[in-house]
Antibody, heavy 122, light 106 residues
Framework: QLQLQESGPGLVKPSETLSLTCTVS??????????WGWIRQPPGKGLEWIGS???????YYNPSLKSRVTISVDTSKNQFSLKLSSVTAADTAVYYC??????????????WGQGTLVTVSS | DIQMTQSPSSLSASVGDRVTITCRAS??????LNWYQQKPGKAPKLLIY???SLQSGVPSRFSGSGSGTDFTLTISSLQPEDFATYYC????????FGQGTKLEIK
């Protein structure tokens, strides 16, 4: 059973780059059935998809964040990572990583990592 | 961008009640619609995918229906553990979530 764990700094200064890593266990990140995604949730608010990556390195991003987002994958470590540049207080959120099951008729996120709170503040 | 609108935003109900939550897409999304449950302080959990398919391990009191632009999540008989926030999500073009429906105990 897949399990995912986010890691990275919990505090980032404004204008700097937020960097998080997600470690996958219980399965291979090179599975052909899955992309691997990042989703965030500002405190007390709803969910926003950030982007997803395939083990080959193919990515797709939320257009509203695309200019600031880079998602990468390290198959040797069974990890994928998120970088979000030029952060502001509006980027303060719980960041989740999750498998993004993807085929022609259905695609969804499950199971989710426990999430990590990233606060943007000086 | 495809916008997702849920109604109601909040709902009070009692154990044993039948509850329906509605989700409307701003354009047709076929059956590319998922439902998630989120409890306070926890990550969301997938309940329903492809509009009406029950995720493995999810109780059968949860069901989903709809296609095109209008979708519903139904809980046939509310249990104490079902009080949570529910989100719909379209997966037709990228991914966007509804604003959530908070289900509270009456």
């Amino acid at each position: 059973q897949l399990q995912l764990q986010e890691s990275g700094p919990g505090l980032v200064k404004p204008s700097e780059t937020l960097s998080l890593t997600c470690t996958v266990s219980g399965g291979s990140i090179s599975s052909s059935s899955y992309y691997w995604g990042w989703i965030r949730q500002p405190p007390g608010k709803g969910l926003e998809w950030i982007g997803s990556i395939y083990y080959s390195g193919s990515t797709y991003y939320n257009p509203s964040l695309k200019s600031r987002v880079t998602i990468s994958v390290d198959t040797s470590k069974n990890q994928f990572s998120l970088k979000l540049s030029s952060v502001t207080a509006a980027d303060t959120a719980v960041y989740y990583c999750c498998p993004n099951y993807y085929d022609s008729s259905e695609n969804w996120f499950d199971p989710w990592g426990q999430g990590t709170l990233v606060t943007v503040s000086s | 961008d495809i916008q997702m609108t849920q109604s109601p935003s909040s709902l009070s109900a009692s154990v044993g009640d039948r509850v329906t939550i509605t989700c409307r897409a701003s354009q047709s999304i076929s059956s590319y619609l998922n439902w998630y449950q989120q409890k306070p302080g926890k990550a969301p959990k997938l309940l329903i995918y492809a509009a009406s398919s029950l995720q493995s391990g999810v109780p059968s009191r949860f069901s989903g229906s709809g296609s095109g632009t209008d979708f519903t999540l139904t809980i046939s008989s509310l249990q104490p553990e079902d009080f949570a926030t529910y989100y719909c999500q379209q997966s037709y073009s990228g991914y966007t979530f509804g604003q959530g429906t908070k289900l509270e105990i009456k």
